[in-house]
């Protein structure tokens, strides 16, 4: 798979802007439920079996069943917001060395695979009892895919806070080997257990009037465990959270940065409290509020990092506009020498100096040639004999220096700004006297 990507047009960029943090939060959601969904179902699968335990089998079989979805919602939450994803953050970082279409093609093809795994696990139970190694062997291929592409995703938007890293970093993957890489990616994965938790809550519990007979020490069961679930790995987001704060490259920090980020560390304290709650009364109608705070703190996470990002690309900006104005200055220079309209100015009489003269002359001693502060006053008021040789040098005291001072093959432009700046700096050191 390839596409070209289409040079930006301002107000595209804004849009572009959008689109990724909204379509960003229908990826990341769903595809953390369905990573959620499909690790805990396999882990109650086994334990379901191996201690001949029929809630924990119902509950394997309930999780894929209720919070996987049909292929239409794939193509929605997934096929979609990848593709759209890649093509705005094409639009973004146009004409950059990120290798956004390399790295989305690797995201799209491992959560391609992952998803067909896990619907593959999912199809597995209705030939559970006969083939249970095969069953297994699904939802431990999906998981471990499903891990390959959320480290594929997160790699890939924390590297787009590092741009001084995208000429260097040439692998397949964007592996910054960064710390903060790895933390983040934790950060995901349980960010992912807290999504499904308040998920299931929300699914079993809430949604359309809940899931038929999830009732008594089932429901009950439910409850507590994806109740605990979501209050131990919110808990760990407010950690990782103030990790991801400390942990940010500078040129990408600033005030929305760090306000959003507290923002979202209050929302993870209402989640926990919610939570808390729920298990404690028995109250599992909280559900309704908790699964919605979860989608609002990603949106915040999301947010922030659009912040960062913006920030980084703010700052690696300028720095191409600076390496540009120098460039641009050089050519203008090298442009203005050929027409040989090149003005001569002190600035380029002191470069001259500082790279020709100054190996033989000072002005207060005589090294090679004489102290400038010696033979200057001839030339006081007269600036075209100084120019006329120092563009061609001739024999002034053959006794004191025999040969003379060579031709330094200098352009009538830079003699004259070598004039100039002694001129200038002669004055200077008389007056100084
Ligand atoms: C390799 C050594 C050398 C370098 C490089 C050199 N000079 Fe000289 N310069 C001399 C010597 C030797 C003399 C004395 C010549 C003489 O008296 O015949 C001299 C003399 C001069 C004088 C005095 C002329 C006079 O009328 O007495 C000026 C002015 C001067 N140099 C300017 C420059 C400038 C400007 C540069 C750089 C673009 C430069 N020189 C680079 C060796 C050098």
């Known amino acids: 798979m390839g596409f070209d990507i289409a040079p ?27 990573f959620g969904a499909t690790i805990l179902s396999l882990g109650f699968s086994f334990r379901g079996k191996s201690e001949n335990n029929e809630t924990f089998t119902r509950f394997s079989r309930d999780l894929v069943d209720t919070l996987m979805g049909s292929w239409g919602v794939v193509t929605a939450l997934v096929i979609l917001p990848v593709l759209t994803i890649a093509i705005s953050f094409g639009q973004v970082l146009y004409g950059t060395d990120m290798k956004v279409a390399q790295y989305f093609t690797i995201i799209f093809v491992l959560t391609m695979l992952a998803v067909v795994f896990a619907y593959a696990f999912k199809k597995s139970f209705a030939s559970r009892d006969e083939n249970f190694n095969m069953h297994l062997a699904l939802g431990g291929i999906a998981v471990l895919l499903f891990h390959a592409a959320i480290f594929a995703f997160v790699s890939t938007m924390t590297f787009a806070l590092y741009p001084e890293n995208w000429k260097i970093i040439t692998s397949a993957l964007p592996l910054t080997y960064e710390w903060s890489m790895f933390a983040r990616f934790a950060h995901f994965m349980t960010l992912s257990l807290a999504i499904t938790g308040g998920a299931i809550l929300f699914f079993f519990f809430n949604w359309d009037g809940g899931k038929e007979n999830v009732d008594g020490a089932y429901g009950d069961y439910v409850q507590k465990f994806s109740g605990g679930l979501t209050l131990g790995m919110t808990v760990l987001q407010t950690l990782f959270m103030v990790w991801f704060l400390a942990t940010l490259p500078q040129p990408a920090k600033s005030y929305d940065v760090y306000i959003t980020g507290i923002l979202a560390m209050g929302v993870l304290w209402l989640i926990c409290y919610f939570a808390f709650s729920l298990l404690h009364d028995s109250k599992v109608s909280l559900g309704k509020i908790i699964f919605p705070l979860l989608m609002v703190f990603c949106l915040f996470v999301l947010v922030d990092e659009h912040f960062a990002r913006e920030n980084s690309l703010a700052y690696q900006n300028y720095k191409l506009t600076k390496m540009s104005d120098k460039f641009l200055a050089e050519v203008e220079q090298l442009r203005a020498e050929r027409s040989g309209s090149a003005t001569p100015s002190l600035a380029v009489g002191e470069e001259i100096f500082t790279a020709k003269c100054s190996i033989c002359h000072q002005f207060d001693v005589r090294i090679v040639g004489p102290a400038y502060n010696d033979v200057m006053s001839k030339y006081e008021n007269d600036l075209e004999a100084l120019k006329t040789f120092i563009l061609n040098p001739q024999p002034v005291n053959p006794n004191d220096y025999p040969g003379g001072m060579p031709n330094q093959g200098l352009k009538p432009y830079e003699a004259e700004s070598a004039a100039m700046y002694l001129m200038e700096e002669y004055q200077k050191q008389q007056n100084a006297q």
């Open 8 to 34: 930006p047009r301002a107000e595209h960029l804004l849009l572009a802007k959008y689109i990724i943090i909204v379509l960003s939060l229908l990826f990341v959601s769903y595809i953390s439920i369905l």
